[in-house]
């Protein structure tokens, strides 16, 4: 497949493919795995010297375990996950507020996972090696510039360099390939070489701290919880390991979120403290789970800034473009960061494999997935599903209430919820009725 040729030295490497991806994170790992099933040659280029499964919890909602399932991974997602049951909103007195079913328990052919992002991304990484090859990932490469070919050369052949760095700055050798996917993450470099002059993400005025804590399973096993309100302090817990020890304890992630007027630092690994969030929790003690103490007997604290970036008006320069949180970085508050990427990868394989691989089919994927996403970066950060805390904190005016439909109905609270499903495209009908990308 490959017939790329180095221009400058005018050889082919071993290192030279059809698809130059750049980031082994979720997005770059799961468009290996689609183009490998669309027999499409890949190889991509990760920064890191050691890919590690560093993070905390995500959601992957039944869109994207759809793309998972097509992709022959849902035994090996039940491996490491929890299948989420249900969806579930308190106020910070613990009083109920809205529940619904989640995943297959809601009628979708697909489940919804809570996972750790370590375990998903090495769940990938393993994939991707055993099905493409040990050499398909190539760690220590980080990519800094791209150049574009200015025209076909004599056997009507045009492509892209890719020029990258090992951790100690050094230059690699330069890899040439037919078109290149940036990857790269919230900090990418190929994004920057598309828009100079775009100024750092976007501060959501929220920080968050996250952890993981041992626990006994609390609610269904399953639960989703998500309470309280950003402003005094809300939370949001899920198991995302089942059966971790004898005592069948699960490993359950948490994510205080406060509106702070600084933002944290935006570095994914970076400790948090605990005074710096625990006050808004500490007498938050339900029937059903000690969050103080969840909070308290943490593993390990990690902070960071919410953060988005506007919306872009396209990814795409000719045969390079971007994908998952390189094009559209979104505030965390819908489960859509990695599900979104994961579809981007999907469609993107989809657009190759029917237009080829050139310029035609970036445009295609640029034409659909930019206007699909500009909606769900936009509606996380005005109403995305955890509007429903808002509504029942601004309507209760804080304060406990013995009933919630006193405050607001369950046809309302249930608006919220479904719109916010037709916007990221996981509306039940929709997802049955949708051809698959490939
Ligand atoms: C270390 C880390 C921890 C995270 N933890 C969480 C979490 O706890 N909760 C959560 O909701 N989201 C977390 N995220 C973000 C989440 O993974 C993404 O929002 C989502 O999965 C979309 O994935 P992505 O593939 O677009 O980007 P990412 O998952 O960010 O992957 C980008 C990849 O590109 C690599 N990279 C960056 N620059 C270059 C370069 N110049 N050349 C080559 N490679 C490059 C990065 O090392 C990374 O592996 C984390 C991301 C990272 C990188």
């Known amino acids: 497949m490959d017939k790329h040729t180095d221009k400058r030295t005018d050889k082919r490497t071993d290192k030279d493919t059809d698809v130059i991806i750049v980031g082994a994170g979720v997005g770059g790992l799961v468009l290996a795995l689609s183009l490998h099933q669309a027999g499409i ?60 079913p989640a995943g297959q328990a809601a009628g979708y052919a697909w489940p919804q996972y809570s996972i750790h992002r370590g375990d998903l991304q090495m769940t990938l990484l393993a994939a991707v090696r055993e099905r493409l090859g040990e050499d398909s990932v190539c760690v220590d490469h980080r990519a800094v510039r791209v150049e574009q070919d200015e025209s076909e050369d004599a056997s009507g052949n045009a492509g892209v360099t890719v020029h990258m760095t090992d951790s100690a700055g050094v230059e690699r050798p330069p890899v040439r390939g037919a078109i290149v996917v940036g990857c790269d993450g919230i900090h990418s470099a190929l994004r920057k070489q598309l828009y100079p002059d775009e100024g750092a993400p976007r501060y ?13 399973p609390f609610l269904s096993g399953g639960s989703m919880v998500r309470a309280g309100w950003l402003s005094i302090g809300k939370m949001v817990i899920y198991p995302i390991r089942d059966n971790i020890d004898a005592d ?68 795409t320069r000719g045969r390079m473009t971007l994908l998952g949180d390189a094009a559209h970085p979104m505030v965390p508050r819908g489960s859509n960061g990695a599900g979104q990427a994961i579809i981007d990868a999907r469609y993107l394989a989809g657009q190759l494999k029917r237009l080829g691989l050139g310029p035609a089919a970036l445009q295609e994927y640029d034409r659909a997935r930019v206007a699909a996403t500009t909606k769900v970066v936009l509606t996380n950060r005005s109403n995305p599903p955890d509007a429903i805390l808002r509504e029942a904190y601004e309507r209760s005016h804080d304060r406990p209430f013995d009933r919630i439909e006193d405050i607001i109905s369950r046809d309302e609270l249930q608006g919220i919820s479904d719109r916010y499903k037709q916007v990221a495209g996981f509306d039940p009908a929709m997802l049955a009725a949708r051809p698959s990308f490939l």
């Open 41 to 100: 040659a890949c190889r991509v280029y990760e920064s890191v010297r050691e890919i590690k499964p560093l993070g905390v919890g995500i959601n992957l909602l039944p869109h994207a375990a759809r793309e998972l399932d097509e992709l022959g991974l849902l035994p090996a997602l039940d491996r490491v996950g929890v299948r989420t049951k249900e969806s579930i909103f308190f106020t910070r007195h613990g009083q109920f507020i809205y529940s619904e």
């Open 204 to 216: 959501s005025g929220v920080n968050m701290w996250r952890g993981v804590t041992r626990c006994k």
């Open 248 to 315: 069948g304890n699960q490993l359950v992630n948490w994510v205080a979120e406060i509106e702070s007027p600084e933002p944290a630092v935006r570095d994914w690994t970076r400790q948090g403290r605990l005074e710096d969030f625990f006050p808004a929790f500490a007498d938050w003690h339900f029937d059903w789970l000690d969050v103080a103490a969840l909070i308290r007997n943490a593993d390990a604290v990690l902070e960071y800034p919410m953060v988005d970036q506007d919306p872009l008006p396209t990814w």
